[in-house]
């Protein structure tokens, strides 16, 4: 993947690896990248602007502030200019500040602006690496979906030997290259997903629905719009937000509105991904008052829900990929597979209720990915962000 014409934003800190950092901006702009350097302080102990101005063809910027003339540098308007910041080398200490908006030098003001993805490539040496507290930031540095680049095994500044050297900047072009090629590896294309649970009313206060929160469809529609993807995402009623502008939310609240707007939608878009738990039937009548208690036993009698993934199953034409999910308690292969058939699926995702940390209101889940033609990937338990790139690269391809 070219990353010709990309605007990234090079932020570099005070560690023995900033002299690195030159070779690195050398390389992503022979590779045709506009470069910004936004250096800390203590960064230009370590290299000179001069140097990396020279490289990128662009003032490095450092403070709030030019000192000569007053002219303001605006951290806001690089977070609007930039397609990706990548902070190497990231300290310790920077990487404290990242975690905790300690917002005391450009950069990290730079950090908190920035609308684009960031990438950090950690530098130190190996017992402040190994520190709990490094790992701490990292993990929450992850949990904002900055992309880490994990330092390489090696020699140290120090001469000590350990993890803790900054990744080779060839390796770290090759992420960069790797994640604009994946990010656009869904463009053009248009996916529709189902989520959350569905309500089925009884009466004004009362309905029957179920504990799916909602979180691996919201993931699997975030990481396909992050891939450039066109999104419709049909939710069930659930408590979380989306923030990308590439998603577009219909919010539902019975499988019949479900149905509906998944009918509507489909023949528009290339994949489908049927991730909610859709109710399969609802109250034959819907209490227009509240129902009162009486002291005898009472009944509801229910019909069927239309099952929404076997109507699009139904209608599905050549070339639309749908992606099911099937939750299990027993027989899970064997029942999975006998859904993917009934409901026309290319692919379903399996996640059994056996395995703690995974299905309904859990961040993390545990899935197996079955084809049509009985293929099965396990995975192990990953965040549900992570199962969604999982899920995505099995099933909508990984294309560079
Ligand atoms: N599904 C759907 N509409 C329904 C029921 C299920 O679209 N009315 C979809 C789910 O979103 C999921 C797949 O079908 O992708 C399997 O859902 P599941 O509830 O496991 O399947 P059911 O066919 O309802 O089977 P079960 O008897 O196990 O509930």
Known sequence: MSIKGKHIVLGITGSIAAYKAASLARLLIREGAEVQVVITPSGKEFITPVT???LTGKPVVSEFFTANDGTWHS???????????????????TLGKMANGIADNMLITTYLSMKAAVMVAPAMDLDM????????????LKSYGNIIIEPAAGELASHLIGK???EEPEKIVERVRDFFGKQDSLSKKKV?????????????VRFIGNYSSGKMGFALAEECADRGAEVVLIAGPVSLSVSHPNIKRIDVESAEEMYQASISEFPTVDAAILCAAVADYRPQEQAKEKIKRKSDEMQISLVPNKDIAA????????????VGFALETNNEVENAIGKMKKKKL??????????????????????SILDESGNKTDFPLKSKTDVAKDIIDCCLGRKK
């Open 192 to 204: 529709l997903i189902t989520v959350g649970p569905t309500y089925e009313k009884i009466d004004p």
């Open 164 to 166: 803790g050297r900054m």
């Open 346 to 367: 290319d692919y379903i995702v399996l996640n059994s209720l056996k395995d703690s940390g995974a299905g309904f209101r859990h961040d993390t889940n545990k899935v």
């Open 75 to 93: 951290h806001v308007d690089l977070g609007l200019w930039a397609d990706l910041m990548l902070i190497a080398p990231a300290t310790a200490a």
């Open 129 to 140: 690496f190994a520190h709990p507290s490094t790992t701490r930031n990292i993990e929450i």
């Open 52 to 54: 990396l101005s020279a």
């Open 311 to 322: 109507s699009l199953g139904e209608i599905k034409k050549e070339g639309q990929v749908m």
